[in-house]
């Protein structure tokens, strides 16, 4: 049996053989749909990189016209013992935040996954602070964590729990600590929504044949549930590593990086010397401040999705 070469269409063909201009014409509205979004990309999106990128070789200070000085900023970025302390608090909180707030998400998302009375007036309670103001939040949990007049010492002290009322913000640790309760708090509600989402994905016939066979709900959960959301759990992991690592209102608003420099992050620290560099603003500096910071934020993401890329099987 002779086989029948295959013969590209003749519409195909002209098609290819039209120039670039004449086929951009005969898809303009499909082309004219799309420069919306291309355009806010190259405004919004390219434009500002490389703007950054530029200055970042350039000793500016926003009034002054910018002078070439090489890689004079890159160099001081690497001697700057400030920086580098703002790269500590950074990955502290971006370790510590997801470490308690993804369990906690997971939990209410298995919980809130039965039916039972109240179930949707539950999960919106629970995703309320994410359409809140973090500002107002912020200050909300500034005045229950006050040293003496706090409801949280307050609560804590009538439990017999402590004897005298705790510094929260009075030392890098305990301010950490307030920084993640809050964070978890203002942002589980979303994570929550993920995983309830995951959890509804996997078919139920699964759920019914493990408990066929006798599983109970703690073997389901690390057996079934687990390993068959693994795909959106990477995802929802690094979502949040990438939040905590881009913190800025919270902690502006929460301690403004103090006491002292002790909880002050990346972005707080590019915001400083872009804008309240005591009158004195180094935006060359802080443009080469934020290139180094985003590679690194860069490194640890592709880290973190080569190490986890078995879960997406």
Sequence with gaps: MHMIPTVPHAAAVRQKQKP??????DHRAQYAMMAATIIMVVVFGIFPILYVLYY??????????????GLDNYIRVFQDG????TVLNTLQLGIGIPLVQLPIALLLAVLLN??????NFSRAVIFVPNITSTAIMAIIFFFMFASYNGIVNDILQNLHLIDSPIEWFGSGFMAKVVIILFC???????YMVLFLSAIQSIPADVYESAKIDGANSV?????ITIPMMGKMFQIITSLSILNALKLFDSVKALTNGGPGNSTEVMTMYIFRYFFESMGNAQQGYASAVSIVSTLMVS???????FFTRKMNY
């Design 82 to 85: 400030s920086f580098w302390t």
């Design 20 to 25: 670039l201009l004449k086929r951009i014409a």
């Design 299 to 305: 490194i640890i993401t592709l880290l973190y999705m």
């Design 219 to 223: 073997q389901t959960f690390f057996k």
């Design 184 to 190: 978890t708090w203002s942002g589980v509600g979303f």
């Design 56 to 69: 970042s070789f350039t000793e500016y200070n926003g009034f002054t016209p910018a002078t070439f000085n």
């Design 114 to 119: 039965k039916k039972f009375p109240g179930v």
